[in-house]
């Protein structure tokens, strides 16, 4: 019972924040703030929201063609198909439940190919390791081209002491639950490690294959999507269009810290990219309107790919 307790707050408590910064928002705006919003809306160039949807769509693709290389090496193959539309799965369940998409994707190509699931959850965590190291190269650059700019918003706005107490909590909770899985002789302990096995294995796969330079470009591939969406957004609004390559950095990182921590950045995306924009100069209800736009195609990309994986499969595909 209380495990479903804390998953359903784990659930609702992220979305009712969102909603309730929606709302903080927009009452925070005078009237005239308000009318000015609303016109960023009207007047916005939405062909450049078009093409950033089709650079999302090849970023896509691209995760659906690189899953090939892992599965390859670890002996399995599933087709183009069922990898897509796992992959498109996966962002749809990340978006409605923080972190449930990998596990979605991995019982999805099990389901409808014949890849283990342990096996599949190992090389989707190769990945997320490979996307580890390339958030991390973006972010390295975002210091060096913005340093002064961002550690002022990092002071404003993130409140480092918790942070700090949490992350000791974490680590002390990480090291205790380390050691009791190593030296525990438990039956359940035994049966968790001959799974890690497995997903360790999968993971380890992307180091050791054949084809590893074309997973790793097209991993590079993926990430310039990620950025070349934020970069060709900026256009669709004159008070955005003059930002400089290292301002769009900037706001691609926290949007997508902003994404990964809560359910799809409902409610702190926008806020999170109104507040870095407002730092160079763009006014804040321009800001907050450019965060819609961008969030708001995303998401409109996600739940109508998500949900197509969906019908087509089950019309499509029979379950293994």
């Not at 929606?22 to 705006?29: H, V």
């Not at 009237?31 to 609303?38: C, G, K, N, S």
């Not at 596990?103 to 890849?115: A, M, P, T």
């Not at 035994?190 to 470009?217: C, D, H, R, Y």
Request: one cysteine or more; aromatic letters at 18%.
């Amino acid at each position: 019972m209380k495990q479903k307790i804390t998953k359903i707050l784990s659930i609702i408590l992220p979305l009712a924040v969102g909603v309730f910064l929606i709302i903080y928002t927009l009452n925070k705006f005078t009237p005239q703030q308000q009318a000015e919003l609303i016109n960023s809306f009207k007047t916005a160039n939405y062909w450049w929201i078009y093409a950033t949807l089709f650079a999302m769509f090849t970023g896509f693709w691209a995760r659906a063609y690189r899953w090939k290389y892992t599965l390859q090496h670890m002996g399995y193959t599933a087709p183009f198909y069922v990898r897509f539309t796992a992959v498109c799965v996966t962002y749809l369940m990340n978006m409605l439940i923080p972190r449930s998409g990998e596990v979605s994707r991995g019982l999805v190509i099990s389901r409808y190919s014949d890849v283990p699931f342990d096996k599949a959850l190992g090389t989707i965590i190769s990945e997320r390791v490979v996307d580890l190291i390339l958030l991390i190269v973006c972010l390295g650059a975002t210091i060096a081209l913005k340093l002064d700019e961002l550690k002022d918003y990092i002071v404003q706005n993130v409140p480092y002491q918790k942070l700090m107490v949490y992350g000791i909590a974490a680590v002390v909770l990480f090291v205790s639950v380390l050691l009791y899985y190593i030296y525990s002789k438990a039956t359940w302990i035994a049966k968790i490690k001959q799974k890690v096995s497995g997903i360790t294995e999968g993971a380890l796969s992307v180091f050791k294959m054949p084809n590893k330079w074309p997973f790793l470009l097209l991993s590079l591939y993926i990430w310039f999507t990620y950025v070349l969406v934020f970069y060709i957004s900026i256009f669709a609004l004159p008070e955005t269009s003059g930002l400089s390559f290292g301002t769009v950095l900037v706001a691609f990182v926290v949007g997508s810290l902003a994404i990964t921590f809560t359910n799809g950045g409902v409610g702190f995306f926008p806020v999170a990219i109104a507040n870095v924009l407002a730092a160079y100069n763009v006014p804040f209800t321009a800001g907050t309107a450019f965060g819609w736009i961008v969030w708001s195609a995303q998401v409109f990309l996600v739940i109508f790919l998500g949900t197509f994986s969906f019908l087509g499969l089950s019309l499509f595909y029979k379950r293994k």
